[in-house]
């Protein structure tokens, strides 16, 4: 049924329809408002039988997660920047466990200095903790990977993270086709556990390892990656033909089949990439876009062959490996090792700066005429840093950094003496 709607709200009854039977969450900006409207499905018995635990924290939620799944319950959980890292020793148990727990991830930057905007910092600190990390472009997509991802992480016993950026995507509202109960229970079969604490037959989940076993124990954990990655494209497929829409899947190629130039992103931020490639190629230039989708499993065969035939290829990312440049673009690198393909990376929207057209554009432009540096900041206040750099070099006790550089934009009234 196509409605106007939040993205959130739309996410929430999505999941809702999934027929998760345990909910648990802390409150965080900007994921909010999918667990306020989950807690009021269940309060007013549209969702049932679902219960609807608050916690005390991020670590407590994921915890409680852990051990609905264990019991043998459908888990759902969401957060979003601090607090994916304040449950990260749980994130990390969870994957280890093998339990199929869902969550939302409302990608948000990380601080410090405190941000509440959307980039993908959080999901970049969790990529190694075995868990599938879907990324989504619109709000319809968002709502529609979270029906695969229930059945994927039931299928595999993997738990899978859902990423959707913050406030573009949670709070935009959109028109959004959400389907039927019996669509979903057609899609998503009840949830039979692997694994489960049963009083009848006892024995121990998550004993210590030691040395003998922890490498085979963490390959398998690659290994459930890997059946992952196989079924994310089958299940993509499969949606479609049920739904009526290309939702999901390992990648999305945009008018790149005979591309000079690839751009690579992960998120919403395609739409605006999408756009900016139409102009230019209405201007006559041979550039495409490959979306990922899949981000853990990373797709490199996929991913190799949609862009083995460009010339060039820039990666637009919203996060930064601190010290080393890309992080998106460095798996990009790797998979296309041996073929004669550079790579560029383009970091851009960190804190939620907006990524404008203009800009893109001219990013774009310079990489169709060889132009483009190996490692771009998109609109970096070059100005701002140098005086900042400037002023650390002259006084040892120079003073908090951020705040130096709101007092030089003149966001604050005070002033370096």
């Given amino acids: ?60 939620a994921m915890s409680v997660a852990i051990g609905a799944s264990a019991a043998g319950a459908r888990a759902f959980t969401a957060t979003a920047s601090q607090g994916l890292l304040f449950m990260m020793e749980a994130v990390y148990n969870a994957s280890g466990l093998g339990f199929p727990i869902v969550m939302t991830l409302a990608n948000r930057a990380v601080g410090a200095p405190i941000n509440i905007w959307n980039d993908h910092s959080d999901a970049m600190a969790a990529r190694d903790a075995g868990w599938v990390q879907l990324f989504a472009e619109t709000v319809q997509e968002a709502a529609d990977l979270h029906i695969q991802a229930f059945r994927l992480a039931e299928e595999v016993s993997v738990p899978v993270m859902v990423c959707m950026d913050g406030f573009i995507l949670t709070h935009a509202t959109e028109r959004v086709d959400l389907p039927t109960q019996e669509q979903v229970d057609a899609f998503l079969p009840p949830y039979v556990p692997r694994q489960v604490l049963d009083p009848a037959d006892p024995y ?121 440049g890309g992080v998106l673009s460095t798996d990009v690198a790797m998979t296309l090792s041996g073929l004669p393909v550079p790579v560029a990376t383009v970091v851009a929207g960190l804190g939620g700066r907006t990524i404008t057209k203009t800009s893109l554009g001219d990013v774009f432009e310079a990489a169709l005429g060889d132009q483009l540096a190996p490692l771009t900041f998109l609109d970096l206040n070059r100005g701002l840093v140098e005086r900042e750099l400037e002023r650390m070099a002259l006084h040892r006790r120079s003073g908090p950094t951020a705040e130096n550089m709101l007092r030089d934009l003149g966001v604050t009234g005070s002033r370096i003496g």
Avoid: W
């Fill in 1 to 60: 049924m196509l409605r106007q709607i939040e993205g959130s709200r739309a996410v929430a009854e999505t999941v809702a329809l999934c027929r998760p039977e345990v909910v648990c969450a802390y409150p965080i900006s900007p994921q909010t408002h999918i667990i306020e409207a989950l807690g009021e499905l269940v309060k007013t018995g549209e969702l049932t039988p679902c219960e609807f635990i608050n916690v005390e924290s991020e670590f407590a």
């Fill in 204 to 324: 121990s989940i998550g004993s210590m390892v030691g040395p003998e076993a922890f490498e085979e124990v963490r390959y398998l954990a690659h290994a459930r990656q890997l059946t992952a990655l196989g079924r994310i494209g089958e299940l993509g497929a499969e949606f479609a033909e049920a739904f009526g829409r290309d939702s999901g899947g390992l990648v999305h190629p945009y008018r790149s089949a005979d591309a000079d130039v690839v751009v690579v992103a992960m998120g919403s931020v395609l739409g605006t990439i999408k756009d900016v490639i139409d102009t230019q190629r209405a201007a006559g230039h041979r550039i495409g876009a490959l979306g990922i989708t899949s981000f853990r499993p990373f797709p490199i065969d996929a991913v190799r062959n949609a862009l083995k035939g460009a010339r060039r290829v820039v990666v637009v990312e919203k996060a930064i490996s601190v010290g080393f």
